[in-house]
């Protein structure tokens, strides 16, 4: 075992590290204590890029994803924005076309975790790195958007944010500020801090169940979550298409389609049962 600090600008995450077997004694003390109750109480959920791609939605990281016809530094970046706030624009107004399309919807796992956050009876919080509205389109409203909502305008000066009906253009300000302030999009950028960092944090000291659904799991902070669910003796499952990294903190690990996996493994919770390698 052994500890150590990330900082991320003003978020310091506390990350302590343990074997597989470590979190399974802790999470095995932790079950005990909830013995007589229903199995979960307080259920975090992160979910990225891998579950909005099963709708359609083309991801960033992937080898044919967005970053390789466009310089990171460019299009998101506070210093790309400033530069040539145009071509930015219309690389979110690429993103935000095709999610209107009528082409992108939903998909059985966003159904599923709508589905959860109505049916259980505990404390729930969706966490999301997406900055699409597949989540809301399915009917989730306990849910944050870590990284912001393409939907959105936000005024550089205020931060307030903007429900937006067309793509970007300067024709779009805000009216918090005199004189109005051109929107930027609600995009939180390489650089900048993401959103609800400390209400993430207290739902993650307090969780007894913490899954992480199509996301790489190599961008802090969100890559540390699974330290602090561990630390705190909450279950740790990770649900992604490839196969688990030998250095994955996570204690479960289940392979496959997101909206294959979770109707069954919201079945499974909202029956009292407990979640493992088999619940597929």
């Known amino acids: 075992m052994y500890c150590y600090y990330r900082i991320t600008t003003n978020f310091i995450i506390l990350c302590i590290r343990y074997s597989r ?12 204590s909830m013995e007589g109750t229903k199995m979960y109480r307080q259920i975090v959920i992160l979910t990225g890029a891998g579950i909005s791609a099963e709708s359609g939605i083309k991801t ?26 145009e071509l ?16 992108v919807e939903a998909n059985a796992g966003h159904d599923a975790l709508a589905r959860l956050e109505r049916e259980f009876d505990g404390d729930f ?29 936000r005024c550089p000066r205020s931060g307030q944010t903007f429900l937006l009906k067309d793509p970007f253009g300067p024709e779009h ?17 390489f650089g900048e801090i993401p959103i609800g960092l ?15 659904i199509g996301t790489s799991g190599t961008v802090y902070p969100a890559a540390g979550f699974v330290d602090i669910a561990n630390h705190h003796g909450a279950q740790t499952v990770e649900v ?7 250095h994955s903190q996570f204690q479960f690990h289940l392979q496959g389609k997101a909206s294959e996996i979770l109707p069954k493994m919201v079945e499974r919770i909202l029956s009292g049962a407990i979640i493992n390698n088999d619940s597929q």
């Open 60 to 85: 960033f990281r992937d080898q044919d994803g967005l970053w390789e016809a466009h310089k990171i530094q460019d299009v998101a970046t506070p210093e790309g924005y400033a530069r040539d706030p």
């Open 88 to 103: 930015v624009e219309g690389f979110y107004n690429t993103r935000w076309s095709q999610l209107h399309s009528g082409d």
């Open 240 to 246: 992604n298409l490839v196969e688990a990294d030998r």
């Open 21 to 32: 077997q470590d979190y399974q004694v802790i999470f095995n003390k932790n079950k005990q």
């Open 125 to 153: 919080l969706l966490v999301t790195q997406n900055i699409d509205d597949l989540h809301e389109r399915a009917g989730s409203r306990r849910l944050l958007h870590m990284h912001g909502e393409l939907s959105k305008g």
């Open 198 to 212: 400390d209400r993430i944090q207290d739902a993650l000291d307090t969780c007894d169940l913490f899954i992480a």
């Open 173 to 189: 300000t805000c009216t918090c500020c005199i004189p109005a302030q051109r929107l930027r999009p609600d995009v939180v950028w």
